[in-house]
T-cell receptor, first 106, second 114 residues
Framework: KNEVEQSPQNLTAQEGEFITINCSYS?????LHWLQQHPGGGIVSLFMLSSGKKKHGRLIATINIQEKHSSLHITASHPRDSAVYICAGRAQKLVFGQGTRLTINP | DGGITQSPKYLFRKEGQNVTLSCEQN?????MYWYRQDPGQGLRLIYYSQIVNDFQKGDIAEGYSVSREKKESFPLTVTSAQKNPTAFYLC?????????????FGPGTRLTVT
């Protein structure tokens, strides 16, 4: 069974801190999507990666295929980064993690 | 909004009534999806469609129905048979089918049934 596990479930930090959200996945998943869900509910696709690292602004996503692990990093975090971050594994269909609720306090 | 329009944003219904959630896309993409999100759980796939006039059940299709008469429209009906219909419903689109393609999500519809 394809599975995706995220940690932590909740994360609170101060503005400016470096943030890491982790995602582990099972055999059969070939790539990872990272998604951001805003407080209003809308979901935005951040990254899709199957190897190495991708960077967009203050966001960095890495994936280690051998260890079946991906991380999403946020540098110089800001209160507007507060959201739920979701990783989804690509198999026959997308398999979603439970999400990490990130709160950045000013 | 990921090129997808969902309406309405909030919907209230009485138990026992069917209700249809709208999903429209304007990017001529082939594949469309419906997901359900409950607190503390990951998104779960209800139905998906890869081409017009064809659709497939996802993991939790019981109590739901869909149609795909036009490429741009993929409405979801929550029937009275759905035991626990109160949830947040998300529609998504992609250029191709299922996990191999990046999916783009609409703003969602929050359905409350009392």
């Amino acid at each position: 069974k394809n599975e995706v596990e995220q940690s932590p479930q909740n994360l609170t930090a101060q503005e400016g801190e470096f943030i890491t959200i982790n995602c582990s996945y099972s055999v059969g998943i070939s790539a990872l999507h990272w998604l951001q869900q805003h407080p209003g509910g809308g979901i935005v696709s951040l990254f899709m990666l199957s190897s190495g690292k991708k960077k967009h602004g203050r966001l960095i996503a890495t994936i280690n295929i051998q260890e079946k692990h991906s991380s999403l990093h946020i540098t110089a975090s800001h209160p507007r980064d507060s959201a739920v971050y979701i990783c989804a594994g690509r198999a026959q269909k997308l398999v979603f993690g439970q999400g990490t609720r990130l709160t950045i306090n000013p | 909004d990921g090129g997808i329009t969902q309406s309405p944003k909030y919907l209230f219904r009485k138990e026992g009534q069917n209700v249809t959630l709208s999903c429209e896309q304007n990017l001529n993409h082939d594949a469309m999806y419906w997901y359900r999100q409950d607190p503390g759980q990951g998104l779960r796939l209800i139905y998906y469609s890869q081409i017009v006039n064809d659709f497939q059940k996802g993991d939790i299709a019981e109590g739901y129905s869909v149609s795909r008469e036009k490429k741009e429209s993929f409405p979801l009906t929550v029937t009275s048979a759905q035991k626990n219909p109160t949830a947040f419903y998300l529609c998504a689109r992609s250029t191709g089918g299922q996990g191999g393609y990046e999916q783009y999500f609409g703003p969602g519809t929050r359905l409350t049934v009392t």
